[in-house]
Each structure stands twice: as structure tokens, then as C-alpha cells.
Nanobody
Framework: QVQLVESGGGLVQTGGSLRLSCVVSGLSFSSYALGWFRQAPGKEREFVASKRWSSVSTYYADSVKGRFTISRDSAKSTVYLQMNSLKPEDTAVYYC??????????????????WGQGTHITVSS
């Protein structure tokens, strides 16, 4: 059974930083990609960042490029989202997601099969 469990959400001031973690278990396939998405109140879920688990290749939404960094620790089966220079418009529930296969440059949530429960980020102005 595949499980993704996020943590690290909370309240932060504009300009601050947070790091989200997502522990991945049950994915026994040789190739898959991990992604971060977010959903603000009243809005659709949107892509934030993704990477191929087995390589350093990463992909970012234009709105977070240069501020957010996706990375992973294989030993801990964990993918991270380091968020710097946070803005009030970054306020949302953040979700970790996984998809099978090498293709990681996917922005459509429907391309990802497995999802975590989400963790809430509030950026105060």
C-alpha cells in the first residue's frame, strides 16, 4: 500500500521560510516521480514542483521558481519542499503526490496517482 505523509506546515510571516517533508512508503517500482501541489481556498489544485525520484532533475511552476526547492533523501524515503521568501499568495494546503514512470514534468494533478493528506501553510502579511 502506497502512503505519502506530509508534515512541516504552519504559520509564517511574509519573507519567511518553511520546509515541508513527505515520507514515502510502499512504492516498490524502479521509476517514479514525486510532486508538490497546493490548493488555496476556492481555487483549483495547482502544480508547484516535481522531480524524478532517481535523478536530480527538477521542475517548477513559474510562480515559485527561484524561491522553492524540491529535493529528496533516499535513505529516509523522504521528499522535501524548501520554501523561501514566502508570500501571502503562497497560503494553501500543500500536497505531496507520486506517479509511476520517469516522466516528471507533469502539471496536471490527474497525472499523479498517489496523494498525501495535505499540510496547511499560512503566510501572514
Amino acid at each position: 500500500q502506497v502512503q505519502l505523509v506530509e508534515s512541516g506546515g504552519g504559520l509564517v510571516q511574509t519573507g519567511g521560510s518553511l520546509r515541508l517533508s513527505c515520507v514515502v512508503s510502499g512504492l516498490s517500482f524502479s521509476s517514479y516521480a514525486l510532486g508538490w501541489f497546493r490548493q488555496a481556498p476556492g481555487k483549483e489544485r495547482e502544480f508547484v514542483a516535481s522531480k524524478r525520484w532517481s535523478s536530480v532533475s527538477t521542475y517548477y511552476a513559474d510562480s515559485v521558481k527561484g524561491r522553492f526547492t524540491i529535493s529528496r533523501d533516499s535513505a529516509k524515503s523522504t521528499v522535501y519542499l524548501q520554501m523561501n521568501s514566502l508570500k501571502p499568495e503562497d497560503t494553501a494546503v500543500y500536497y505531496c503526490a507520486a506517479r509511476l514512470g520517469d516522466s516528471y514534468r507533469r502539471q496536471d494533478p490527474s497525472d499523479f496517482r498517489y496523494w498525501g493528506q495535505g499540510t496547511h501553510i499560512t503566510v501572514s502579511s
